[in-house]
C-alpha cells in the first residue's frame, strides 16, 4: 500500500487500497485467484492449518485485497465478501440473532430484507418489528429485553427518510443491541458508520463499488467486538464470492472517488431543476434543504450520491408508466450505482408506519454519468407525457 492510509486523501486511498505490487511482482494490482484446494507442504503444516490460506471458501489474496480495502475505508475491524448486497444484509442477521430474540428494523428498508426478515427471520422464531425512519433516540422505548438487533439504513430505500444514527445507535446499546446499517447509498465515502456508533455496515457493493452494472457483491464490515461473530457466521454459511466479481470490485472501488462527484453534482442539479418544476409535488433527496431530514444529513454526512425520488403533482399508475414510457436515455430497471441513468415506478406496498408521500406517483431517479442537459431534456419527456395522459 502507498503512502500512510491515516494521512491520505480519499481518492489517494481509493488509488492504492488493498494493492502490494511488491508481494505480486511488482504487477500493480492482486492476481485474480480462482481457487478451492490450497496445498499444504507437509501433514504437520496440514493438521495445525497453520498457514495463512487453507481453503477456498476462507478466503484468497484476491478476495482479501478487497476486505482489507474495504477495512481502510470503513474504519472496521474486518470485512466479509459475499455474493449480492442481500446477503451481505441476512449474513449479520443469522449472526447475532436466535431463537427468541426480539429484532427492529426501519420501515422505509430495502424490500428484500423485510422479505427475509419477515419470512426466513420469523421462521426461525426471531420476533420482528418495524420502526419509523425518525425515531431517534425514542427508538428506547420500542428495545425490549430480548432485543438482540436494531437494524437502520439511511437514507430510506426509495423515499429517502434520514435517521438519527447516533441517538438510535447510543439508545440500542444501552439496551445490549447490535447496530447494523445499511449504507448503500451513502458509501464509506459519504459517511462512516462505525464512527457514529454502528457495530456493522453493510453495502450492496453492487452499486457505486462495482459501479457498472456487471457485477453482483454485498460486504458488511465489522467493528473490532463484532467481528468474530460475524466472520463464523460467513464461515458456517459458506457464501464466499468468486475472485472474478471481487476483483471487479476491486477495480471500481479505483474511480469510485471520481464517478461519486459526478453522481453527487448530476443528481442535484437535476434536483433542484426539479423542485422548480410545476409539475412536480416534491423532490425526495437529502441533500436538498426543503428535505424534513436535512439538518441531519448536513451533520452527519459528507456528500449524498446520484439516486433520489420525484412525487408527482397527482396522478396514478397511468402517469407513472407515460412518464417511464416516454424516457429515452433513461433505462427502466432494478438497480443503480452504474454509469447509466435509470427509473421506475416506486411501490410502497410493504410499509407499515413510513407509507411516504401520496401527492401523486413516486418516481425514483439514478442519475448516472451522461451530460445533465441530455438528462434534463429526457426527464421533460417524461413529465410532459405524464401530463398529458
Ligand atoms: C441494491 C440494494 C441491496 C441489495 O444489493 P444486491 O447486490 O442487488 O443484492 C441492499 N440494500 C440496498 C439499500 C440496495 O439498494
Known sequence: MAGDARKDGINTMLAHLGNDPHAFHGFVNPPVVRASTVLFPDAGTMASRNQKYTYGTRGTPTTDALASAMDALEGSAGTIIVPSGLAAVCVPFLAFLSAGDHALIVDSVYYPTRHFANGMLKRLGVEVEYYA???GADIARQMKPNTKVVFTEAPGSNTFEMQDIPAIADAAHAGGAVVMMDNTWATPLFFRPLDHGVDVSIQAATKYPAGHSDVLLGTASASKACWERLHEAFVTLGVCVGADDAYQVLRGLRTMGVRLER????ALAIARWLEERPEVAEVLHPALESHPGHEIWK?????????????????????AHAFLDALRIFGLGYSWGGFESLALHVSLGDRTIAKGPDAGPIIRLQIGLEDVDDLKNDIERGLRAAATV
Request: avoid cysteine; proline fraction near 4%; charge should be negative.
Open 133 to 135: 425512519p425518525e425515531i
Open 263 to 266: 453522481h453527487q453534482e448530476s
Open 299 to 319: 451533520r452527519d454526512f459528507s456528500g449524498s450520491s446520484g439516486i433520489f425520488s420525484i412525487v408527482l403533482k397527482g396522478g396514478s399508475q397511468r402517469e
